[in-house]
């Protein structure tokens, strides 16, 4: 889930940014701790598939491990790591830490995105209208014009790969 657009704040309508960014964080705060449930359930399955493989090669020995293979710990973890059930359970489990990190991530940038607004709507009240520039060689370039100048590019740029999304196209 791409949670960037989430993320965006509206400085024009910061009075509909601060009321719907508690259901937002609690939205992502969700997702978070379902992630985190699916990485216990990952691990355990990991810790029985493992179990379950172990107590095979000490039970049938040599018909699992092969022929002349003495049981002990390095063959039978040879045995288990090889085995494509305990791969698929690695990889599930590496799927589900991956989700559960950037589920992480997103709920802390909700958390800055609240700090952001609270200072926005601080500095608003205060009547702060300024904006910032950067001075360069040739002259003062206007950092907000730059700013929306990027962000029309990139509304540009989405707009036109959903539409060629929609048409099917690469």
Known sequence: MDYQAELAIDKYNLDVE???QPGRFLRFAR???FAERKVRQAEEDVKVTRSQLIFKAHTKGEAVLGRNVKVQGQTVEAYYRLDAKYIRAKDVLDKALYKRDIYLAAVQAFRQRK????ELARLQSQEYYSKPNVNMKDGTID???RMDKRKQEKTERTHKRMRRDMKGGK
């Open 31 to 33: 997702l978070l701790a």
């Open 18 to 20: 601060l009321v719907e």
């Open 115 to 118: 700090d952001a607004l609270q």
């Open 143 to 145: 950092l907000l014009t």
